[in-house]
């Protein structure tokens, strides 16, 4: 059975570790990093342990997965050892592949990834670049890899995972709205959850935004008059906005 090494124990690391260990949990090694969560990991999971340091980590494991902050990962490899054997998955955004590439060298299978916190219930759907078999087969398990062959389209997709913030934003914003005609917080904070959490589910499966947009949008309804007001934000600029800033920090 493959052993997991994971090198950076944040939220997208423990996210990774809740989803593997769901059923049928594969040997995971943990970086003391982040101790509390990695000890939290391994009590709650018995095929979960903590390394003294980072090089155990990489010893003890076949597939190293960096999870580390994006100006540590060059310090953080530089102190390490890799074998040809290792398949190594950077999880971390703007660190190009030709540079973990050196840095883990004489290992030279690498790949990145983009996985979000939905890995841990083993929803997520994970942009991997290049379609390194160790690393489809980890986010296969954790809900669907999307294998990429080329840094354009991995990038892209990068890009369009910094979505999520604006739409907690236009949540919040309606939420306040509700507060500002006479609803508790509480109440219109739950209320609007609660709505878009229903309506998610319609995005379980094959999807066709036009065909949902349609369902809820009727003619003539309060649907259409609000997206009619509203307007299209530039979504297509401000992306385009966030991937130059990847491109450029990744040259």
């Given at each position: 059975?493959?052993?997991?090494?994971?090198?950076?124990?944040?939220?997208?690391?423990?996210?990774?570790?809740?989803?593997?260990?769901?059923?049928?949990?594969?040997?995971?090694?943990?970086?003391?990093?982040?101790?509390?969560?990695?000890?939290?990991?391994?009590?709650?999971?018995?095929?979960?342990?903590?390394?003294?340091?980072?090089q155990a980590v990489v010893d003890g494991s076949d597939v190293v997965v960096i999870a580390v902050l994006p100006g540590q990962v060059e310090s953080v490899l530089a102190e390490l050892t890799f074998a040809e054997r290792h398949a190594v998955v950077s999880v971390v955004a703007g660190v190009s592949l030709e540079d973990l590439t050196t840095w883990v060298a004489p290992a030279s299978r690498v790949a990145r990834a983009v996985p979000l916190p939905a890995v841990a219930r083993r929803e997520g759907r994970?942009?991997?670049?290049?379609?390194?078999?160790?690393?489809?087969?980890?986010?296969?398990?954790?809900?669907?890899?999307?294998?990429?062959?080329?840094?354009?389209?991995?990038?892209?997709?990068?890009?369009?995972?910094?979505?999520?913030?604006?739409?907690?934003?236009?949540?919040?914003?309606?939420?306040?709205?509700?507060?500002?005609?006479?609803?508790?917080?509480?109440?219109?904070?739950?209320?609007?959850?609660?709505?878009?959490?229903?309506?998610?589910?319609?995005?379980?499966?094959?999807?066709?935004?036009?065909?949902?947009?349609?369902?809820?949008?009727?003619?003539?309804?309060?649907?259409?008059?609000?997206?009619?007001?509203?307007?299209?934000?530039?979504?297509?600029?401000?992306?385009?906005?966030?991937?130059?800033?990847?491109?450029?920090?990744?040259?």
């Amino acid at each position: 059975m493959t052993t997991y090494g994971v090198l950076g124990v944040g939220s997208i690391a423990a996210a990774i570790v809740n989803g593997l260990c769901a059923q049928d949990a594969p040997p995971v090694v943990l970086s003391p990093r982040s101790a509390g969560t990695a000890s939290d990991l391994a009590a709650r999971f018995e095929t979960v342990t903590v390394a003294p340091d980072n090089q155990a980590v990489v010893d003890g494991s076949d597939v190293v997965v960096i999870a580390v902050l994006p100006g540590q990962v060059e310090s953080v490899l530089a102190e390490l050892t890799f074998a040809e054997r290792h398949a190594v998955v950077s999880v971390v955004a703007g660190v190009s592949l030709e540079d973990l590439t050196t840095w883990v060298a004489p290992a030279s299978r690498v790949a990145r990834a983009v996985p979000l916190p939905a890995v841990a219930r083993r929803e997520g759907r994970t942009p991997v670049f290049p379609p390194l078999p160790e690393a489809v087969t980890l986010f296969d398990v954790l809900g669907g890899a999307i294998a990429v062959e080329d840094a354009t389209t991995y990038e892209a997709l990068t890009a369009s995972s910094a979505t999520v913030a604006a739409h907690f934003a236009f949540l919040g914003a309606i939420a306040d709205w509700l507060v500002s005609k006479g609803l508790s917080v509480a109440d219109a904070r739950g209320y609007v959850a609660a709505t878009f959490a229903g309506a998610s589910e319609s995005l379980r499966g094959p999807v066709d935004f036009a065909e949902l947009i349609a369902e809820v949008a009727t003619p003539g309804g309060l649907n259409e008059q609000f997206a009619h007001d509203l307007g299209l934000p530039p979504v297509a600029v401000a992306l385009d906005g966030v991937l130059s800033r990847l491109t450029v920090a990744e040259n």
